[in-house]
């Protein structure tokens, strides 16, 4: 897996666009960037994944640069229950035999 | 039941008790994972199960034993554990071990005394 960077803590004031960003310099060709994030004593939750390409579901946005060495989750109205920590990773296989979730960037929405 | 559930959600061992943790998942995937996330901690994977058979022991101690009776049900034997693996133990389970694509159920607080 890609080593990724995310800042360890963010705010974002309710009803605002959160944007969360993460470095993947070393990612390769075939990896994805996905998005979990874990609210407080709660399993980890799959948000959103992508490879080249933006992506846009329901919970989310994806933008991820044309290089491919970062990427930004984008929360575009967040709420309260938004509070969480954020997960970025980056790769293929989960056969890593290792840790493939790091310490996130706890996101803090406040009213 | 939807998702992936975790039996018990609470367990208080002493360090000498056998207990089992108990995961289902009820979304036809093929591979199913055993994560710990210790306080303060990220989180650790600790085994990897796909079509039953194990894939990944992340140097994991012998005193937790995995069970994958099949690709629905995944097991955690626990036996003459220590304080400090009082932690959130987790279960995902995902399509297939080459997606990250994960589904994690609630976890299993469990406190070692």
């Known amino acids: 897996d890609a080593k990724t960077t995310q800042p360890p803590s963010m705010d974002c004031a309710e009803g605002r666009a959160a944007n969360l960003p993460c470095n993947h310099s070393t990612i390769s060709g075939n990896e994805y960037v996905y998005w979990y994030r874990q609210i407080h004593s709660q399993g980890p939750q799959y948000i959103i994944h992508g490879l080249k390409n933006n992506e846009t579901n329901e919970m989310a946005s994806l933008i991820i640069t044309e290089d491919r060495k970062s990427s930004t989750l984008i929360l575009p109205h967040a709420t309260l229950r938004d509070t969480a920590v954020y997960y970025c990773?980056?790769?293929?296989?989960?056969?890593?035999?290792?840790?493939?979730f790091g310490d996130g960037t706890t996101l803090t929405v406040k009213p | 039941e939807t998702g992936v559930t975790q039996t018990p959600r609470h367990l208080v061992m002493g360090m000498t008790n056998k207990k089992s943790l108990k995961c289902e998942q009820h979304l036809g995937h093929n591979a199913m994972y055993w994560y710990k996330q210790s306080a303060k901690k990220p989180l650790e994977l600790m085994f990897v199960?796909?079509?039953?058979?194990?894939?990944e022991n992340n140097s994991v101690p012998s005193r937790f034993s995995p069970e994958c009776p099949n690709s629905s049900h995944l097991f955690l034997h626990l036996h003459t554990l220590q304080p400090e693996d009082s932690a959130l133990y987790l279960c995902?389970?995902?399509?297939?071990?080459?997606?990250?694509?994960?589904?994690f159920g609630p976890g299993t607080r469990l406190t070692v005394t």
């Open positions: 995902a389970s995902s399509q297939g071990t080459g997606a990250y694509e994960q589904y």
């Open positions: 990773i980056a790769g293929r296989n989960t056969n890593a035999g290792k840790s493939t």
């Open positions: 199960y796909n079509f039953k058979e194990q894939t």
